[in-house]
């Protein structure tokens, strides 16, 4: 979606150059599945990512993604090299196939959102906060131990799965960050941005509002190039049909 | 991993916190590879103080904050709200080794607590599972088993002291329990009980799990704002909780 486009270069650029460690998707790279209500115990965690008052970044952004494969990115330290608290980021870029994006319905961002809350991965316990746009998670002691540690590649591959899953995602890209060589605020800066730009297309797509004076979105419809198209796009097809 | 849950309840005053720490601090040192979970739900707080357990937040702060982010019309599924009480959830719980606390916090509304309730209701449905014992500190009064909040429960215990009011209530709170909440047995524990004292012999009250005296100890132990771990073991308190739980769990018993 070309909405994003900008927020996304803004976002890379944030970024090393190259990534740590990534890996291309595959099934058997997936992470074990947990209990949807288990409590990971502070005495049974190893560390938290964004814990202890640490940057912890969410955003889930519709955008082109230029490779050829769904994929996992790792900038910083994966999850066996670290041993405390830290700063952290975890963006996921989807790409809608073509025909979903022509004729978008307001549902399909946040289904495809709401993904990211229904993950449960054994021993990485996650939680989301909308509003401010958190993510922290608890890593468990017994994931980092054994011949095969837990590795953001497992975690960005059960990931991958889930969103591949719905119909209207054609390539997912899942980014996790980590370490104090960030510019953390830049970064959530930008994923309230990618917030607004969500919110603004789902609420022209639900209310299609016609007088952009009185409407709340307009801030970021100004700012944003297409937005406003595709609110017209949206209106005109809305008239042509009850017509 | 079956879930043993306790609920004290009965009228304000008699007792119902102190003996709920009381059976706290006896489950953690008798077990201590299980998991306890001890819940605050009654809005006079006090098992925060009882057990020296301060979570950052309470069940009515998420609650408030959730309930303030819809009246600013922030645009928010229900999906985005359940995920952030869930996020909070976690800031709820303290915990120390195999101790965790929870607590409903202080409801401002004068008189009305069955939001909080209700959601106290539903995140002991989630998170449950996690531990060997659950033991809720109840409200006064039959208002948290009207709700249902503590429907499926192991052992229903009733606290009194002698008076015939507290009897009373005790009776009264039974009576809408039979027809409301399942629970596997019932007691009571008669505390802060005088000399020349006989439990009343009715069907109306379930059987006598424990008769306590005065305690000193543990008026002393509160005046000084310690919590329960610091009492000396053999105090009247723990010895009759530690009585009412031995009671409890013998099979066969009704
Ligand atoms: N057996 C006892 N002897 C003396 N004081 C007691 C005894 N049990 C409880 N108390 C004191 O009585 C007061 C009320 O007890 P509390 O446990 O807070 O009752 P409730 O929770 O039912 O309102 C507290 O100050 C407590 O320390
Ligand atoms: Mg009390």
């Known amino acids: 979606m070309k909405l994003f486009h900008d927020v996304l270069q803004q976002m890379r650029a944030l970024l090393p150059e190259q990534p740590a460690l990534s890996a291309a998707y595959r099934s058997d790279l997936c992470a074990e599945s947990g209990?949807?209500?288990?409590?990971?115990?502070?005495?049974?965690?190893?560390?938290?990512?964004?814990?202890?008052?640490?940057?912890?970044?969410?955003?889930?952004?519709?955008?082109?993604?230029?490779?050829?494969?769904?994929?996992?990115?790792?900038?910083?330290?994966?999850?066996?090299e670290l041993t405390q608290d830290t700063a952290f980021a975890h963006l996921t870029i989807v790409q809608l196939k073509e025909h979903s994006e022509e004729d978008l319905r307001y549902e399909q961002l946040k289904e495809i959102g709401f993904r990211l809350f229904q993950l449960y991965p054994e021993g990485y316990h996650i939680r989301v906060s909308p509003s401010a746009g958190r993510e922290q998670v608890r890593v468990?002691?017994?994931?980092?131990?054994?011949?095969?540690?837990?590795?953001?590649?497992?975690?960005?591959?059960?990931?991958?799965?889930?969103?591949?899953?719905?119909?209207?995602?054609?390539?997912?890209?899942?980014?996790?960050?980590?370490?104090?060589?960030?510019?953390?605020?830049?970064l959530a800066a930008l994923a309230r941005k990618a917030k607004s730009i969500t919110e603004a297309v789902q609420h022209t797509l639900q209310f299609g509002e016609l007088d952009c004076a009185s409407c709340k979105m307009k801030p970021i419809c100004d700012e944003v190039e297409g937005l406003r198209e595709l609110h017209m796009k949206k209106e005109k097809e809305k008239q042509n049909h009850g017509a | 991993?079956?879930?043993?849950?306790?609920a004290f309840t009965g009228k304000g005053g008699v007792g119902k916190t102190s003996l709920s720490a009381a059976l706290i601090r006896l489950l953690s040192e008798r077990y201590p590879d299980k998991r306890i979970l001890a819940v605050d739900a009654d809005p006079a707080i006090g098992l925060a103080t009882a057990l020296d357990m301060k979570p950052p937040m309470t069940l009515d702060d998420v609650r408030l904050r959730i309930a303030a982010s819809i009246d600013k019309g922030e645009t928010a599924d229900a999906?985005?709200?359940?995920?952030?009480?869930?996020?909070?959830?976690?800031?709820?719980?303290?915990?120390?080794?195999?101790?965790?606390?929870?607590?409903?916090?202080?409801?401002?509304?004068?008189?009305?607590?069955?939001?909080?309730?209700?959601?106290?209701?539903?995140?002991?449905?989630?998170?449950?599972?996690?531990?060997?014992?659950?033991?809720?500190?109840?409200?006064?009064?039959?208002?948290?088993i009207n709700r249902r909040v503590m429907e499926n429960i192991t052992y229903l215990v009733l606290v009194?002291?002698?008076?015939?009011?507290?009897?009373?209530?005790?009776?009264?709170?039974?009576?809408?329990?039979?027809?409301?909440?399942?629970?596997?047995?019932?007691?009571?524990?008669?505390?802060?009980?005088?000399?020349?004292?006989?439990?009343?012999?009715t069907q109306e009250i379930p059987p006598v799990l424990a008769v306590i005296g005065d305690d000193d100890a543990q008026a002393q132990n509160d005046m000084q704002g310690q919590s329960v771990f610091s009492l000396p073991d053999d105090a009247p308190v723990l010895r009759g909780a530690a009585q009412a739980l031995d009671a409890l769990l013998q099979e066969n018993g009704s």
Not at chain 2, 92 to 105: D, H, K, P, T
Not at chain 2, 115 to 135: H, M, P, W
Not at chain 2, 161 to 186: F, P
């Open chain 1, 35 to 80: 209990d949807k209500n288990a409590i990971l115990f502070r005495s049974d965690t190893a560390y938290e990512l964004g814990g202890s008052g640490k940057p912890g970044v969410s955003s889930v952004l519709f955008g082109e993604i230029d490779a050829s494969q769904d994929e996992v990115l790792v900038y910083g330290k994966d999850l066996c």
């Open chain 1, 140 to 186: 468990a002691k017994s994931a980092l131990q054994g011949a095969f540690p837990l590795s953001f590649i497992n975690i960005g591959c059960s990931l991958i799965r889930l969103l591949r899953e719905h119909e209207d995602v054609a390539r997912v890209q899942t980014v996790f960050i980590t370490g104090e060589n960030v510019d953390y605020a830049a």
């Open chain 2, 1 to 6: 991993m079956r879930t043993v849950t306790f």
């Open chain 2, 79 to 144: 999906i985005d709200l359940l995920s952030e009480a869930k996020f909070h959830l976690l800031d709820c719980i303290a915990e120390r080794s195999n101790l965790s606390f929870l607590a409903i916090g202080r409801p401002e509304a004068a008189g009305c607590y069955c939001k909080v309730n209700a959601y106290l209701k539903q995140v002991l449905e989630t998170i449950s599972g996690n531990f060997d014992y659950v033991v809720i500190d109840g409200e006064a009064g039959i208002e948290q």
């Open chain 2, 160 to 201: 009194s002291d002698g008076s015939r009011k507290g009897i009373q209530v005790v009776s009264a709170i039974h009576h809408v329990a039979v027809n409301l909440v399942k629970w596997e047995k019932a007691g009571v524990i008669f505390n802060r009980i005088r000399s020349g004292f006989d439990p009343p012999a």
